[in-house]
């Protein structure tokens, strides 16, 4: 079966990342240290402020133009208003390596970076951010390749930039190294400072923040710009922000083991591999020097990949592990820093943000299991957390975030039965990579209840792929989120929209959406 990616167990991404950060090391204890929290010192907080959000970003040129830079240059004016930048994931595609960093990171965000006047002078693995720059790990941060492609890579490298120049799916000789290059270039690696022998200073010098739940990082935009761990929280402005590793806990909640179902997948998924058989095929007889056919090719690039998401989806129902790991830990730190946050009475309010989207209507993503997998895992938080507090009719947390469909969407969840309801739920992933369609079922989103099906949430706005052939339009997008100082909180989202038509840009803001 053909393979571009491989996605490494969820116990190893824990175990890699626990260890890179020396999880609950006795020096870390002693000191009585957060690893799970930072504190932003810009000498700028008020609670009045904005920030600015993309995600699905990291991949190199397209065709004759750059939706990420272009995206970066529309980001720009609204700069110095801003006091930080969330991403949603997916930093570099396709496979998080390192070697992609320069090209698919560092040039286009130079602006955001120490240094970035000369973009080619920068490591990525020494970044320091000059505006705070707080992602979170996406699917892609994590990958690998399988590993007769990282040997024929090296082996046939001659042979593949004859290849590349048809189909390029930014690949070249490694993978992510279970999302190490992400956490070289964007996390405090307590373990570097382990094996030098200087953990103990480097604690003393950097975990000075003193917060309600210990010692904690502190990050000094222009100085030091690390995150303490994978999964995180942060206040500014009054507003308690949770960072999370949606990657852990995506795993199917019910694997088949029915036979008929069991065999529809297997049937899905063998059409689908004949499928990508057949778009390589037409691909490698395409001359991409005529700008018609080079997007059309870049189309099937986009293509060979969603497939590929789609049978890894398939693949985690069909062969879950002996021992399904969920990352309780990761969990059950999420419900008790909500029931803290809403015991505090100097906060106004929350925002949560990770990867992969509860609830979204882009055609690709909206009926996988890791997307249900997502939204009962943490309806189960939120459920948990309400026992504990009394929201006084507000829902659970004001906004959440994400990623991982190439598009823009706004929803709302209605009466779900459960603690996510009345919510307002952002995809913020148009940020570079290459769009995608909503689907054709519609806006609203159903579960069944019994013998019936009930509509739990609504799409209120959806930003992706449409048209056809010379007519096809791609509206690329960032978010702009104005905080208010009321109490409690109202935010003000303003999208705002690059589109690549007829090989031409047009810029444009859409309407504010209020909430609150």
């Known amino acids: 079966m053909m393979r571009f990616v491989s996605d490494p167990a969820t116990s190893l991404k824990i175990e890699k990342m626990q260890e890179r950060v020396r999880w609950r090391n006795p020096k870390v204890i002693d000191r009585g240290i957060d690893q799970t929290r930072l504190a932003i010192d810009d000498a700028k907080e008020q609670e009045a402020f904005s920030f600015l959000v993309i995600g699905d970003s990291g991949s190199g040129r397209h065709p004759g133009h750059s939706p990420q830079r272009r995206i970066t240059e529309q980001m720009l004016p609204h700069r110095e208003e801003c006091r930080f930048v969330l991403h949603t994931g997916d930093v570099v595609y396709l496979v998080g390596s390192s070697e992609f960093y320069p090209q698919n990171f560092i040039e286009p965000y130079r602006e955001f ?53 048809r189909i390029d799916f930014d690949i070249r000789f490694h993978g992510s190294y279970q999302g190490r290059a992400f956490a070289q270039a964007f996390m405090d690696l307590l373990s570097t400072a382990d094996q030098q022998g200087k953990l103990a200073a480097h604690l003393d010098q950097h975990y000075t923040a003193e917060t309600s739940t210990g010692r904690c990082l502190k990050y000094e935009p222009g100085s030091f710009t690390r995150l303490p761990n994978r999964y995180y929280t942060f ?21 088949s083991t029915d036979q008929s179902d069991r065999q529809k997948l297997i049937e899905q998924r063998d059409a689908i591999e004949q499928e990508k058989q057949q778009l390589v095929l037409e691909m490698g007889r395409m001359d991409v020097s005529e700008p018609e056919q080079s997007d059309q090719a870049d189309d099937i690039r986009v293509k060979l990949q969603q497939l590929e998401e789609i049978q890894i989806d398939i693949e985690k129902q069909l062969n879950p592990s002996a021992n399904v790991t969920v990352d309780y830990e990761q969990l059950d730190w999420l419900r008790d820093r909500l029931v803290q946050s809403w015991q505090d009475p100097e906060v106004r309010g929350r925002i949560i943000y990770f990867h992969h989207p ?46 991982h469909a190439h598009c823009f969407e706004y929803l709302r969840t209605v009466d779900t039965g459960h603690a996510d309801s009345n919510i307002n739920w952002v995809v913020c992933g148009g940020s570079g990579y290459s769009l995608r369609r909503q689907r054709e079922e519609g806006a609203e989103i159903t579960e069944r209840d019994g013998l019936e099906e009930k509509i ?15 007519n096809k339009q791609r509206p690329y997008s960032f978010l702009r989120i104005d905080v208010t100082a009321d109490d409690p909180v109202k935010l003000i989202l303003r999208p705002y929209v690059s589109e690549w038509s007829k090989r031409q840009w047009h810029d444009r803001a859409l309407d504010p959406i209020v909430i609150g």
């Open 456 to 470: 739990v949430a609504k799409s209120q706005l959806f930003v992706g792929r449409t048209g056809q052939g010379s």
């Open 113 to 165: 970076i120490v240094g970035g006047e000369n973009p080619k002078n920068i490591t990525f693995d020494q970044m320091v951010f000059n505006l705070p720059f707080l992602p979170v790990l996406g699917n892609h941060d994590y990958y690998d390749l399988p590993i007769f492609y990282g040997v024929l890579a090296q082996l046939s490298y001659p042979v593949r930039r004859v290849l590349r120049s």
């Open 235 to 255: 206040r500014y402005g009054g507003i308690d922000f949770f960072a999370l590793d949606s990657n852990t806990i995506n795993e199917p909640v019910l694997p």
């Open 358 to 403: 509860p609830y979204v209507t882009e055609a690709t993503k909206w009926y996988q299991a890791q997307t249900f997998a997502v939204r009962y895992r943490l309806r189960q938080v939120f459920d948990d957390v309400v026992k504990q507090i009394d929201p006084k009719g507000r829902p659970i947390v004001d906004l959440v975030l994400n990623g």
